[in-house]
């Protein structure tokens, strides 16, 4: 049964390069501005995904100015982890990340086990394929969470 949604989510997973950002360029598209919604990953050292990008766009979402940051340049930049009322997790690394930077807040963190579709793939229609399925687990979580999509998709 879907749950109504939070006033603010944080989406992480390894890099915010892929499975975060498509997380909430799918949110922010599906429950609109209806809460607040951005992502982070473990690390940032990789730039946006191009498959990402591409299967994302097939959705109508527009991931191309996304730009990767980590849990530490969240907190340098001023944006205080406790100020969401849920994180979710899309990988084991970025789990145990979240729930050590939040056990001393009273914060929900779920962990979603979304596939990694990064290495998936010889040709450039398997890795679509795989980067695809991804989103897909993505969108199923997302609507089973939140419900039907407010927004018109």
Not at 23 to 30: H, Q, S, T, V, W
Not at 39 to 58: P, Q, T
Not at 83 to 108: C, K
Request: proline content about 5%; overall charge negative; some cysteine.
């Amino acid at each position: 049964m879907a749950e109504a949604l939070p006033q603010s989510v944080l989406f992480c997973c390894d890099h915010n390069a892929v499975r975060s950002p498509m997380a909430e360029g799918l949110m922010k598209k599906f429950y609109g501005d209806a809460c607040y919604i951005q992502s982070v990953g473990v690390k940032n050292d990789l730039e946006i995904d191009g498959f990402a990008v591409a299967v994302c766009r097939e959705l109508g979402v527009e991931l191309e100015r996304h730009r990767a940051r980590s849990f530490d340049d969240m907190e340098q930049w001023g944006d205080d982890l406790s100020s969401f009322d849920l994180v979710v997790a899309l990988s084991p690394a970025s789990q145990r990340r979240a729930l050590e930077l939040t056990r001393i807040f009273h914060l929900e963190v779920e962990y979603w086990p979304i596939l990694d579709p990064t290495g998936l793939g010889e040709t450039r229609a398997a890795k679509l394929a795989s980067y695809r399925q991804a989103r897909d687990q993505i969108v199923e979580r997302l609507q089973g969470r939140f419900g039907p999509p407010t927004q018109e998709t």
